[in-house]
């Protein structure tokens, strides 16, 4: 229901111009930006701000506050405006700062970097499946915590503004089809028709599509609001939109953007540059404001506008259901601290963390499988799904329950939507009090999420990516299905760890790895086929736990036990003499690091002193110290041999310019997996025979 405040028309459109005099000056200032919206849906957004939304400024982040989600991230300058005039920590000094280096600013809004907004937008599309993602995030919890005829912890909307390009994305389609089949009724989306794109009218590419019959068939409650400068008629259909408890809600709104500048209304060019001085002096003048001020508030508009009072009252009243539920449900209590102010895992979840033995032949999607059923009970806040590969990718919780209209389990059908599962999964994560949200398909499919998964890593999620079918070795589904590229591609985003597992043991310290982290994505690279466990007693070899350093020295021929517990302190680098020295390294990661010791074990037997390196995560390799790193790859030693079945660009590094790479830069081909894994090199012989060749050019030298 709206609040009860008090309704005067002159402080209504005072406080709206206000919105749109400091819009139009932050661009003006910074000369870079998108008025035109902003000016055009400063009602909607007063109407929303000032009598819905349930937030506490002076608490950004308390857990049952409504989430805003502005999808429309190019008018980013409505929010700040907005965000500023409510009370939140942003003053008129960040909003001249507007676009500026080191600015709480930034020309899209971005998580972590302004108080008040949630999700990192300007990717169209994305902020509406992210809303998804906090909606489902908001049915989970209230299923999981609420108890009937108790006082209700979790009872939330997520309000959303979107805009034509929003709509023209096919992640929003994809999103909303899945949001209506939930029946995510506390989802609330305002869709800014203002009919105007960068490149002209949307007659021009969009016009013959109705927007709301579609989302009408998706399953949504449709209204529209023909004025956008009706402040009763937004009122009243976002009212019917918040009574709306079985469908998600979408509310188009007509509006003219750039509204009221006399020549820039309705013009492609008010969409996504300044006004210019003039145009924001006749619109000023058009409001009778002063044109001579600029960053002008009226102190009635901060007293009217500021949510300190009804935000702090709001927070308040919850805190005391809060308090009661938790002395009615105290094991629950325990979980809820744990979701939301801890890691998410109860005490005791690495101890449970399977262990292999040593010869099975076991995919390491399998042994995934296996290590997800351990943690399961241990991590009652984690969720995810797949896009309608479940039984391939293996990532379900048993028992769990799967997510549907009446009953919120954590196993979420995406269906075919790999774009949106992506979106979705970082709107749960953003969204808070749910631990480690995941999402999984076949790798070569990362390709469809690759702007969500670098918008996780952009807003340092703490989501976990689970692709299978990691390499030409999935076999007869030929090169569509086959990924060769994707490895770089990936670890060629920042602060992205990719983890790809040599064996079981592997498989189940990345999953610990990733449960751990907390500032960003962990991406897990899985077989389809078998890969032998390796035997890290009888033969010596390296701890899988020490996957967390990134790489590790598995095993070195000249050492009867491995060098494991190689330390990253600079003390020990001298632990190793020129005699114990290796002569080659061989570096694998993955399925072939099997293969890869059997090579180094033959070239070995022939005299040669070789070194075999796990490197499951480069990422975490680097991050370890130079010392650490130099210990496991001396520099002196040239002759280096990386073995992975993909390209060759993100190996330069770490073999120099004296050492080669067995990779596959070309696409795979259709056969039987160990067929195309032999025809392309990947057997113990060519391993060896790379290696010899490396090791006569090192010594021609």
Same mark, same amino acid.
């Given at each position: ?38 000016? &055009? ?93 906090? &909606? ?43 949001? *209506? ?250 969204? *808070? ?55 770089? &591609? ?212």
């Amino acid at each position: 229901m709206e609040r009860e405040s008090e309704r005067r028309p002159e402080l209504e459109g005072l406080s709206i111009d206000t919105i749109r005099g400091l819009s139009m000056d932050a661009v003006q200032k910074a000369n870079a930006g998108h008025p035109g919206t902003a000016m &055009a849906l400063a009602p909607l957004a007063y109407v929303l701000f000032e009598r819905f939304l349930r937030v506490n400024p002076q608490d950004p982040h308390w857990p049952d506050r409504d989430r805003f989600v502005l999808s429309a991230g190019h008018a980013c300058v409505l929010q700040y405006s907005l965000l500023h005039l409510s009370g939140f920590d942003l003053g008129l000094e960040d909003l001249r700062q507007f676009r500026q280096w080191g600015s709480r600013c930034p020309g899209h809004p971005e998580r972590g970097q302004t108080p008040g907004v949630e999700v990192t937008t300007g990717p169209l599309g994305q902020g509406f499946a992210n809303a998804v993602g906090m &909606a489902i995030t908001e049915r989970f919890l209230a299923e999981r915590f609420n108890r009937p005829g108790a006082a209700e912890v979790i009872d939330h909307h997520t309000y959303v503004i979107c805009s034509d390009g929003d709509m023209m994305e096919g992640i929003s389609q994809e999103a909303a089809s899945i949001a *209506g089949h939930f029946g995510l009724g506390k989802l609330v989306v305002c869709y800014d028709d203002n009919r105007i794109t960068i490149d002209g009218t949307t007659a021009i590419s969009f016009d013959g599509e109705n927007h709301t019959a579609r989302l009408q068939a998706d399953g949504w409650h449709v209204q529209r609001v023909e004025d956008s400068e009706d402040v009763n008629a937004l009122t009243t259909a976002l009212s019917a939109a918040r009574e709306e408890a079985e469908r998600p809600s979408f509310i188009a709104i007509r509006s003219h953007i750039a509204y009221p500048a006399p020549h820039a209304v309705d013009t492609a060019k008010a969409h996504g540059a300044p006004l210019g001085e003039q145009e924001v002096r006749a619109a000023k003048e058009a409001m009778g404001f002063d044109p001579e001020r600029t960053f002008w508030v009226d102190e009635s508009v901060y007293a009217h506008m500021s949510l300190h009072e009804s935000g702090a009252a709001d927070q308040q009243e919850w805190q005391g259901r809060f308090q009661t539920w938790r002395e009615f449900f105290p094991e629950m209590a325990a979980d809820w601290d744990l979701a939301w102010n801890g890691s998410g895992l109860r005490e005791g979840w690495r101890e449970v963390l399977p262990s292999f033995k040593a010869g099975e032949q076991i995919a390491t999607r399998a042994a995934g499988q296996k290590t997800m059923a351990a943690f399961s009970q241990y991590a009652p806040t984690t969720i995810g799904g797949a896009a309608d590969l479940v039984e391939s990718t293996k990532t379900v919780f048993e028992g769990a329950g799967e997510f549907s209209r009446p009953h919120a389990g954590r196993n979420v059908p995406f269906g075919i939507r790999e774009h949106a599962m992506g979106a979705i999964v970082n709107g749960a994560a953003a969204h *808070g009090g749910i631990v480690k949200p995941y999402g999984s398909t076949f790798l070569v499919f990362s390709d469809y999420m690759r702007p969500s998964v670098r918008l996780s890593a952009l807003m340092e999620l703490p989501v976990v990516w689970v692709w299978t079918h990691d390499s030409v070795g999935l076999g007869e589904d030929g090169p569509t299905h086959q990924p060769v590229e994707h490895y770089a &591609a990936l670890r060629a985003i920042p602060k992205l760890w990719v983890i790809r597992p040599a064996d079981a043991n592997e498989t189940a310290q990345a999953w610990r790895v990733a449960l751990e982290r907390e500032d960003g994505p962990v991406a897990l690279l899985l077989s389809r086929q078998g890969i032998p466990v390796l035997d890290r007693d009888g033969e010596g070899l390296g701890r899988a736990s020490e996957l967390e350093r990134g790489g590790y020295v598995l095993w070195d021929s000249s050492s009867s036990t491995t060098t494991t517990s190689i330390s990253s302190s600079a003390s020990d680098s001298s632990s190793t003499t020129a005699a114990d020295e290796p002569e080659l390294i061989l570096i694998s990661t993955g399925a072939e690091v099997p293969l890869t010791l059997q090579a180094g074990q033959l070239l070995a037997a022939e005299g040669t002193r070789v070194r075999v390196v796990s490197m499951p995560c480069m990422e975490l390799f680097e991050a370890q110290s130079r010392e650490y790193r130099e210990q496991v790859l001396p520099p002196a030693v040239g002759a280096r041999l990386a073995v992975e079945p993909g390209v060759s660009l993100s190996w330069w590094r770490w073999v120099g310019d004296r050492g080669g790479i067995l990779g596959i830069d070309r696409f795979g081909a259709s056969a039987p997996g160990p067929t195309v894994l032999a025809e392309l090199g990947f057997t113990v012989e060519n391993i060896a025979a790379r290696a010899r060749e490396l090791l006569g050019e090192e010594g021609s030298r």
